[in-house]
């Protein structure tokens, strides 16, 4: 025990630096030693895996210490591998030797030589062309004989003195969890590499525990080196982001040739992360990793790399967009129950994209995925059991899988720090969605997602921003900067929300034309709000020419994808025939597709319609479903035409208090001529007299408007290859199309 200083004991640092110091002693003693020397030899002769192989013996084998191939292990190691054992895949380079005509380069000037005719001058030449082959490797706990060298002995015995604080803190120290399990294999300990996680062997000394603790944070030191921490940042582990470092890592990383270094090297290509965005040079990245992950899967099936296939394949990463090949090797890694792939092809047959629409396929295949731990099937469940999609409506499982969702995606975060996982947290802490409601929160992982270029994440950033009362300039500012990346991203959502400040002169110089702009760009990427707003305003609204043909165009476009608001101004276009020829037909059908979404303002004209009976057939119980619908929500028109009937007693049966009640709710909305029939009920017995108080009323003011519902306003064609490849890249950053934006404001 130290001793007493001035009568008190050693302070909590005091202890710590007497043990740090002995064991700093120790271990320079121990690396002065034969013993270490010998174990460092040993050591050599093992192969330096790149992080595309460390990554796959991660995957396959996560406890795994001492990697190395048969014939390694037998003749270098007097080791055999044990009857039985799996082999751990990964890729071996294979190059071979190749005759091209190159130019010849003049060591003067570093320039092609010319010819005397302007040619360049070239030789033939022997070149070395990169391949790969999948070979199997093996962990030394799969392997019997020769002891492999150790700095002491197998299985170290004792105590340490003040252990529990020695350990703390080490524990305290660490930048990744640490945790005591039952490794079967034998190994005393293991960094895992994709969970990042420091797991132990349990019932071990507590001199074997902290040696193996002290080896295992060595591990982790030495792949925190991860290009995707630059990428992405992670201050647990003390990396700051940097896209310059992550992009020279990734490099380093493809001259090996390895896959999955080459498609991050597509994403960053394609977001402009560390570079300029150069579409081309994405699209040349993506294509090798494809041949790389297929040459591989050409050597050996397997469900991993059969999955990454079928992604590129969906996404058109590096290859034409192809559904049905997409589907094809999803299938084959689904069959190998690899939940990805389950989960992917759960996608396909929910929209019916490469194999023929079946909802109930989908929920089978994302119950498979979610079964093993995947959130993002979780998600899709939650929605299916909400809506009731592919399986009977059960608000209490559809709320289960959400929570066990935003659980997964939380876990998932903080082991990769993705930028998708981000944004997808963010919108489920702002909508309340599997969690409680918790905007501070939201905004956070928005603004992290938002830091590595997430257009989605930028757009929600900036309306929250912009939401606030009293928005300093500088925020108003990010705000601006976040929309602006957003839409330089093609994000359809910010370059609508964008369209709308320049259209009010919010935040901005009112611009009509920017506007127009910006709500074409929206449009022609399948957002019907867009191109409701764009049809509206070439009516004739805001300081823009006229013309009929486009805002028809627009309309029509919004009113195919369901929008209620441009189907109600379609109808009502077709039933006036002014600006276009009357068209009764189109104008009844456009009207009810409105009404049959809940829009009050297409029941209500509907329901007059059918009351009057003058373009259509009277039919009384008809425009009564019609107005009572209307008037159920709150459409003051419509209470005040059931008040008149029910008091007039003229189409249905007189009811007074029916009347007044109908009366009062439009009254209370500010309708003053339904406040004139309640101030004068009692003068109104006779329908005489009623109908003379309707006339006047009439005379007074025409109350009912024949103009689109009182909502602000919100030819180009669209290329439908394009759509196709940017809804693609909208679900690269981490959605579907009703996974956002539900429910966009006018």
Request: glycine residues 8%; contains cysteine; hydrophobic residues 35%.
């Amino acid at each position: 025990m130290a001793e007493k200083t001035q009568g008190k004991y050693p302070s909590q640092f005091e202890k710590v630096k007497e043990i740090t110091d002995k064991l700093e002693a120790g271990i320079k003693e121990l690396m002065d030693s034969d013993k270490f020397k010998e174990y460092l030899k040993c050591l050599s002769k093992f192969h330096n895996y790149s992080l595309g192989n460390t990554i796959l013996i991660a995957l396959q084998k996560p406890d795994a210490t001492l990697v190395a191939g048969y014939t390694a292990w037998k003749n270098q190691f007097g080791r055999q591998v044990q009857k039985g054992e799996q082999g751990i895949r990964i890729l071996a380079p294979t190059p071979y030797k190749r005759k091209m005509e190159v130019d010849v380069i003049d060591p003067s000037t570093g320039q092609a030589r010319m010819n005397p005719d302007g040619t360049k001058a070239t030789e033939l030449k022997e070149i070395m062309v990169p391949a790969f082959k999948v070979v199997n490797v093996f962990d030394v706990s799969q392997t019997d004989g020769r002891p492999i060298p150790s700095i002491g002995v197998n299985e170290l015995t004792g105590d340490v003195r003040q252990y529990e604080m020695f350990f703390e803190a080490l524990k305290r120290s660490c930048p990744v969890p640490i945790s005591f399990e039952q490794i079967d294999s034998g190994a005393k300990g293991y960094y895992h590499t994709v969970d990042h996680r420091i797991a132990l062997q349990e019932g071990m000394s507590q001199v074997q525990t902290i040696k193996t603790l002290i080896h295992e944070m060595t591990h982790q030191h030495l792949h925190s080196k991860d290009p995707k921490q630059y990428l992405y940042g992670n201050e647990d582990v003390g990396v700051l982001q940097s896209f310059e470092k992550a992009r020279e890592l990734f490099l380093a990383e493809a001259q090996r040739d390895n896959p999955l270094a080459l498609y991050d090297l597509g994403r960053m290509a394609a977001d402009g992360l560390g570079c300029e965005a150069d579409a081309e040079e994405a699209y040349r990245w993506y294509e090798k990793a494809l041949a790389l992950f297929h040459s591989a899967e050409d050597e050996k099936p397997w469900k991993y790399t059969e999955y990454r296939i079928g992604k590129m394949y969906a996404a058109g990463l590096g290859t034409e967009q192809d559904y049905l090949q997409a589907a094809d090797w999803f299938t084959l890694s689904a069959d190998e129950n690899y939940k990805y792939a389950q989960y992917s092809l759960g996608g396909l047959y929910y929209h019916g994209k490469g194999v023929e629409q079946d909802q109930e396929t989908a929920f089978s295949l994302y119950t498979q995925s979610a079964a093993q731990g995947f959130p993002y099937a979780s998600f899709e469940l939650g929605k299916m059991l909400r809506d009731g999609i592919g399986c009977v409506k059960n608000q209490q499982d559809s709320d289960h899988c959400f929570k066990e969702a935003f659980l997964g995606f939380v876990s998932l975060e903080k082991k990769s720090h993705d930028d998708k996982l981000q944004y997808r947290l963010g919108w489920m802490l702002l909508n309340g969605i599997g969690t409680e409601k918790d905007e501070i929160r939201a905004k956070e992982y928005f603004g992290q997602a938002a830091s590595v270029g997430n257009p989605f994440a930028c757009y929600q950033l900036a309306k929250l921003i912009l939401a606030g009362e009293n928005v300093p300039p500088q925020e108003v500012e990010k705000a601006l900067g976040y929309l602006n990346k957003a839409v330089e991203a093609e994000n359809p959502y910010a370059a609508y929300f964008l369209g709308k400040l320049y259209e009010k002169g919010q935040h901005l110089p009112q611009n009509t034309d920017e506007a127009i702009r910006l709500y074409t760009l929206s449009a022609e990427q399948d957002n019907d709000f867009a191109a409701y707003r764009l049809g509206k305003l070439y009516l004739g609204g805001g300081g823009v020419l006229k013309d009929v043909e486009s805002a028809v165009r627009w309309l029509t476009f919004a009113a195919d994808r369901k929008n209620q608001f441009a189907e109600y101004a379609l109808g009502n276009l077709y039933l006036k025939g002014e600006a276009i020829p009357q068209d009764i037909s189109k104008a009844l059908e456009y009207l009810k597709c409105s009404a049959n979404q809940g829009n009050q303002f297409a029941q209500y004209r509907l329901g007059k319609l059918y009351l009057m009976g003058e373009d259509v057939a009277k039919d009384i119980q008809t425009a009564l479903q019609f107005l009572i619908a209307a008037a159920e929500q709150d459409n003051q028109y419509a209470q005040y035409t059931l008040g008149k009937l029910y008091l007039m007693g003229k189409d249905v049966p007189r009811n007074k208090d029916a009347a007044v009640r109908w009366f009062t709710l439009s009254a209370a909305q500010g309708n003053m001529y339904a406040q004139f029939f309640l101030d004068h009920m009692e003068d109104f017995r006779e329908p005489s007299a009623l109908l003379v108080g309707t006339r006047l009323l009439h005379h007074m003011s025409r109350i009912f408007s024949d103009n689109a519902p009182p909502l602000k306003p919100s030819g180009q064609q669209t290329d439908r290859k394009l759509l196709r490849k940017l809804r693609e890249k909208k679900r690269a950053h981490g959605h579907a199309r009703d996974d956002h934006e539900q429910n966009m404001s006018l």
